[in-house]
C-alpha cells in the first residue's frame, strides 16, 4: 500500500517525486521495526521498573521509561510532519511560487499559508 501512495506525487518536478516515494518506501519499513523494538524496550525497562528492590534501581528505570516515552512521542510527531510535508509538497511549491512572484497579491500567499495550516491541523486530528 505504501508504493500505491507514494505513486501519487505530481509536484511537477520529476526527480521531487521520485525522491519522495523512494524516502516514504524506505520509511515504512524502517519506522515498523523502530516500534517494534521502542515498544519491546519500554515493556522490558516497565518490567525492571516494577522488579526494582532498591529505591536507585526504581529511579533509573523510571527515567529511562521517560526517556522512552518521550522518544516515541518525538518520532511520532516527526514522521507525522515528514508525511504531511511529504503530500502536500505540491501546494507548499505552488504557494512559495505565488509568495516569490512579485505580481501577485500577498493575500494569496497569505490565504495558501493559512489553507496550509489548516490542513496540517486536518492532517493531525
Do not use: C, H
Amino acid at each position: 500500500m505504501s508504493s500505491l501512495l507514494a505513486s501519487q506525487f505530481n509536484t511537477g518536478y520529476g526527480w521531487l517525486d521520485t525522491l519522495l516515494s523512494a524516502v516514504i518506501n524506505l520509511i515504512n519499513p524502517i519506522l515498523i521495526v523502530v516500534s517494534v523494538a521502542g515498544i519491546i524496550y519500554a515493556i522490558w525497562v516497565g518490567i525492571k521498573f516494577v522488579k526494582a528492590d532498591e529505591k536507585q534501581e526504581r529511579e533509573e528505570a523510571k527515567s529511562k521509561l521517560i526517556m522512552v516515552i518521550v522518544g516515541i512521542v518525538v518520532v511520532v510527531l516527526l514522521v507525522a510532519l515528514f508525511y504531511f510535508l511529504a503530500y502536500n509538497i505540491e501546494d507548499i511549491i505552488r504557494q512559495s511560487q505565488i509568495v516569490g512572484d512579485t505580481n501577485s497579491s500577498e493575500d494569496e500567499g497569505v490565504i495558501g499559508g493559512i489553507n496550509l495550516v489548516k490542513n496540517f491541523v486536518r492532517f493531525l486530528r
